[in-house]
């Protein structure tokens, strides 16, 4: 009795496989910068926190300036630096940003948010990068806008003061828009290294207030340079070094603040982009 054979199946019919009709393109920083502005342009939390920043800035700024004008006398007012009385604002409004700067980078860890953040773009570095810069000019077009506004009706409130020098014109302009948007980048690289928002947060109110609080307490002779050096430095006293309206007699003049700011915020991106590598997401 002869085996049978096994029949040949047919021969299955060959897939060309699916093309899709969006290009395929290599993708570089544009690309995580449309991201990322899409991002803290679309949160509802930006629009209220920069909102406020805007409220307190102009409100107290601009009413500080009116209370003045409304019970100084022209002649108290002879020497005064209209542009001065927009620190207060700017000195409040400056915790705005620092939430802001905390909450781009902690949210997205707080939510899980990070994990599809980097499997749509893997280089780290580039994400970090992006949400820095987008950050920035956020911040500090906002401050600027805000700074010159309060200026303007701050020297039109007060007719008495003198005329601001074109060098107190761009340190109570640019100068404190620079500043507060680098402290702002400060808050953005820690919340990458705590990666929790309350504790990024809390290190950075420590940082402004802290330094400030712990020196009126100093009364020892022997922590005099001690208390000296806190005065100084401390971010109250940095802002207000742009009014010319410093603490104390030594310590940083001029520009002195934001180099400061700058060398110390380049810090903390280094050690922020170095544990980005090393860290899981």
Not at 10 to 22: E, K, V
Not at 97 to 112: D, K, N, R
């Amino acid at each position: 009795m002869s085996t049978p054979q096994p029949t040949s199946l047919p021969a299955a019919p060959a897939y060309s496989g699916y093309t899709s009709p969006i290009p395929v393109v290599r993708t570089h920083l544009g690309h995580a910068l449309a991201s990322e502005w899409t991002k803290i342009r679309s949160v509802r939390s930006t629009m209220w926190t920069l909102g406020v920043f805007v409220l307190l800035v102009v409100g107290i700024g601009v009413g500080t300036a009116a209370l003045v004008a409304a019970n100084a006398d022209g002649a108290d007012l002879a020497n005064e630096n209209a542009l001065a009385f927009g620190f207060f604002g700017l000195l409040l409004g400056s915790m705005c940003v620092i939430t802001l700067g905390v909450l781009t980078t902690a949210s997205e860890y707080g939510t899980g948010m990070i994990r599809t953040t980097m499997v749509a773009c893997p280089s780290r570095g580039r994400v970090l990068a992006a949400k820095a810069i987008v950050f920035f000019l956020v911040a500090f077009v906002v401050t600027l806008i805000s700074s010159v506004f309060v200026a303007m009706i701050d020297v039109a409130l007060m007719p008495e003061a003198r005329e601001p020098s074109g060098g107190e014109w761009a340190k109570g302009t640019l100068g404190v828009s620079l500043f507060v948007a680098l402290l702002g980048l400060l808050s953005l690289a820690v919340g990458s290294i705590i990666r929790h928002s309350a504790g990024a947060i809390t290190i950075m109110i420590g940082l402004v207030l802290a330094p400030l609080v712990i020196a009126l307490f100093m009364f020892s002779e022997s922590l005099v340079d001690l208390r000296e050096a806190l005065f100084e430095y401390s971010i109250p006293n940095l802002l207000s070094v742009f009014y010319s309206t410093s603490l104390t007699d030594t310590g940083p003049s001029g520009w002195d603040p934001l180099w400061i700011a700058l060398g110390v915020t380049a810090a903390a991106f280094a050690a922020a982009f170095a544990l980005l590598e090393k860290r899981d997401v």
